[in-house]
Nanobody, 124 residues
Framework: QVQLVESGGGLVQAGGSLRLSCAAS????????MGWFRQAPGKDREFVAA????????WYADSVKGRFTISRDTAKNTVYLQMNSLKSEDTAVYYC?????????????????WGQGTQVTVSS
């Protein structure tokens, strides 16, 4: 069983930055690819970014490419999402998720474990 706890959300002005963290309580953290997803009111949960087991591979949604950076610290069992140049359309609940299959990191429904989410609100 993998437990994921997100933190770092909050209210920020457009153009500002936030860094989200996701702490995983699992010994085999390095065996999971990790992803960030977000869900805005009335919309489906969508892919934001993913990172491979080793951290050597990263993927981003077109809407955040160049502004967001995903990274992981295996020693701390933590994955991060650095969000810069935030826009009002980035407002959503952000979820981290774990996936034991590296070949399906872009597929939302392939993720086995999910955190509870953290709210990010960007004011314009």
């Amino acid at each position: 069983q993998v437990q994921l706890v997100e933190s770092g959300g909050g209210l920020v002005q457009a153009g500002g930055s936030l860094r989200l963290s996701c702490a995983a309580s699992v010994r085999t953290f390095s065996r999971y690819g990790m992803g960030w997803f977000r869900q805005a009111p009335g919309k489906d949960r969508e892919f934001v970014a993913a990172i491979s087991w080793s951290g050597g591979g990263t993927w981003y949604a077109d809407s955040v490419k160049g502004r967001f950076t995903i990274s992981r610290d295996t020693a701390k069992n933590t994955v991060y999402l650095q969000m810069n140049s935030l826009k009002s359309e980035d407002t959503a609940v952000y979820y981290c998720a774990a996936n034991s299959n590296e070949y399906t990191l872009l597929i939302r429904d392939a993720y086995e474990y999910w955190g509870q989410g953290t709210q990010v609100t960007v004011s314009s």
